[in-house]
């Protein structure tokens, strides 16, 4: 039973790309919520998908947003990459909207140069 | 908006010490989880506390919901250097919000 995969693991992008990060939740899991956390911080929510739709929304600019695919897997991009946006990007599954119990991935580093 | 902090931010203890960790809210929680990060890894789900006054062991560790569900705590009896990481609380409001964390280390 496969848990939460991300990909890549590292990454390194310039100011002002894009990026695109990846999410397949755990086997079973409907819900997929991605959190960015900094060095020496806790998790930040930035939002939750479930049944293909945003449902609910931390603190972050418009710059951040996502999808979710019908097999539940979910993307995070992020434009307009500035220096702030380096962090530990993580996505964690659950079953059903809300913030169940949540089964985080890996994690994706990402570097802004 | 609401915050939910922990203390301390960080403890290093002797192997075999006991630990405590407390996460504080300004305003009542509808209920709370907690999470272990070891280092260079992700969090991991340990437990989520719902009732008021609410107390449960997992072996070593046990977690308490305040009364007035404000406040919560994670002690550790007698640690072990497997207990190194940083320990989260959330806040369940259909978003989770974590608290600050409270980083570990056990020294042997």
């Known amino acids: 039973d496969a848990g939460v995969t991300q990909s890549p693991t590292h990454l390194i992008k310039t100011r002002g790309q894009q990026v695109t990060l990846r999410c397949s939740p755990k086997s079973g899991h409907d819900t997929v919520s991605w959190y960015q956390q900094a060095l020496g911080q806790g998790p930040q929510f930035i939002f939750q998908y479930y049944e293909e739709e945003e449902r609910q929304r931390g603190n972050f600019p418009d710059r951040f947003s996502g999808h979710q695919f019908p097999n539940y897997s979910s993307e995070l991009n992020v434009n307009a990459l500035l220096l702030g946006d380096s962090a530990l990007y993580l996505c964690?599954?659950?079953?059903?909207?809300?913030?169940?119990?949540?089964?985080f991935g890996p994690g994706t580093r990402l570097t802004v140069t | 908006g609401q915050q939910v902090m922990q203390i301390p931010q960080y403890q290093h203890v002797q192997e075999g010490e006991d630990f405590t960790t407390y996460c504080n809210s300004s305003?009542?929680?509808?209920?709370i989880q907690w999470y272990k990060q070891r280092p260079g890894g992700h969090p991991v789900f340990l437990i989520q506390?719902?009732?008021?006054?609410e107390v449960k062991k997992q072996k070593r560790l046990t977690f308490q919901f305040g009364e007035a569900k404000k406040n919560s705590s994670l002690h550790i009896t007698a640690t072990q250097t497997t207990d190194v990481g940083t320990y989260f609380c959330?806040?369940?409001?259909?978003?989770?919000?974590f608290g600050t964390g409270t980083r570990l280390q056990v020294f042997p």
């Open positions: 506390l719902v009732k008021s006054g």
């Open positions: 305003t009542t929680l509808s209920n």
């Open positions: 959330g806040w369940n409001t259909d978003k989770l919000i």
């Open positions: 964690a599954s659950s079953l059903g909207q809300g913030a169940n119990e949540q089964y």
